[in-house]
């Protein structure tokens, strides 16, 4: 029986996209189901700069997780609340999930409910067993809670990204965290044989530490 992963997009894309985006991901790991649903809040397309990305959603609608208004705000949480609540709702109805993963904006909202999950007040009649984050960014609850997730996550960090250090921190709230680097910039990356090894490890729960499996590229 395969395990299903609750995948989330990054801004302005689609579930359609990020099911193209994950494309490796879908033929190397045949054992689990990669979920993609769209975000809550429909944009405009004027918000999207890279010219690449413009033409591949030229005739689709896009979406956002948040409230970028209230994000810059002095509570960044209650623009990610939309997308929160969209996610639990998910999980609830439509679990059970091993796990959930986040692309760019989307792991922001990995982040978040990974954090209610581990204090308790995000919960499911089963278990989540990981958390994976791809050009991932930290995330912080209200009232200044901020507790080290103890569940396994996995961290694919692009050294050529421009949340490269805002990766690598959000790294910190984590207790055991697998980090795979890669030098592909901001994208899902392509993996190496050797990267998809260690992933099925770590989907089939081999190892328990991982601070000898980070894998940093030949510069």
Same mark, same amino acid.
């Given at each position: ?36 649903? *769209?975000? %809550?809040?429909?944009?405009?397309? *004027? ?6 990305? +413009?033409? /591949? ?27 929160? *609540?969209?996610?639990?709702?998910? /999980? ?17 909202? !990995? +982040?978040? /409910? ?19 984050? !791809? ?5 912080? /609850? ?30 910190? #709230?984590?207790?055991? %965290? ?29 190892? #328990?530490?991982?601070? #000898?499996?980070?894998? !940093? %590229?030949?510069?």
């Amino acid at each position: 029986m395969s395990k299903k992963i609750l995948c989330f997009h990054g801004f302005g894309t689609n579930s359609d996209v990020l099911s193209f985006q994950l494309k490796q991901f879908k033929q190397s790991f045949k054992n689990i189901e990669f979920i993609t649903l *769209n975000g %809550p809040i429909q944009i405009s397309k *004027n918000n999207i700069v890279d010219e690449k990305l +413009a033409k /591949l959603i030229e005739n689709q609608n896009i979406y956002s997780w948040g409230n970028f208004l209230k994000m810059a705000s002095d509570e960044p949480y209650k623009g990610m609340e939309p997308g929160i *609540n969209a996610a639990i709702k998910v /999980l609830k109805q439509q679990g059970p999930f091993h796990g959930i993963m986040g692309f760019s904006q989307g792991s922001h909202v !990995v +982040a978040c /409910l990974a954090m209610l999950y581990e204090m308790g007040e995000l919960k499911l009649d089963y278990q989540l067993n990981c958390f994976i984050f !791809v050009s991932g960014m930290p995330s912080q /609850l209200p009232y200044g809670k901020q507790p080290i997730v103890k569940a396994p996550s996995l961290h694919f960090i692009g050294l050529n990204d421009f949340l490269v250090d805002r990766s690598i921190g959000l790294t910190s #709230q984590f207790l055991n %965290p697998l980090v795979i680097y890669h030098n592909q910039g901001h994208k899902i990356p392509t993996l190496t044989y050797e990267q998809i090894k260690q992933v099925n490890e770590f989907f089939e729960n081999k190892k #328990q530490d991982w601070s #000898q499996f980070i894998f !940093v %590229p030949k510069l």
